[in-house]
């Protein structure tokens, strides 16, 4: 395991910070979708930047996680990857029987 691993499961001990972890996973998870997807295309930020007409310095404030999209600007950028936006909730623990 890596060192930061190690350090983030000890850290998830901590009821306090793992609330906090929990918490920004969803807006995590977007942005890891967005910077995957864009790189699966080969695409660097201008070239999506022209695609969508999305200015470049705003792509990259998404991808650092400094500007929240909305569900319209994330529609823009699958359609520019030639791509369908999928959102999906998840039962946060199964279902009993």
């Not at 660097?44 to 705003?58: F, H, P, S, V």
């Not at 994330?74 to 029987?97: Q, S, V, W």
Request: hydrophobic content about 35%.
């Amino acid at each position: 395991m890596s060192e930061f691993q190690d350090f983030l499961e000890d850290q998830l001990q901590d009821d306090e910070f793992r609330n906090e972890w929990e918490d920004i996973q969803p807006e995590m998870d977007v942005i890891r979708a967005m910077v995957d997807a864009r790189i699966s295309q080969n695409l660097t930020q201008k070239e999506l930047a022209e695609r969508t007409g999305i200015n470049q310095a705003d792509i990259s404030k998404l991808e650092n996680g400094t500007r929240n999209p909305s569900l319209k600007l994330l529609k823009r950028l699958a359609d520019g990857m030639g791509m369908t936006l999928k959102l999906e909730f998840i039962p946060k623990h199964p279902a009993r029987n």
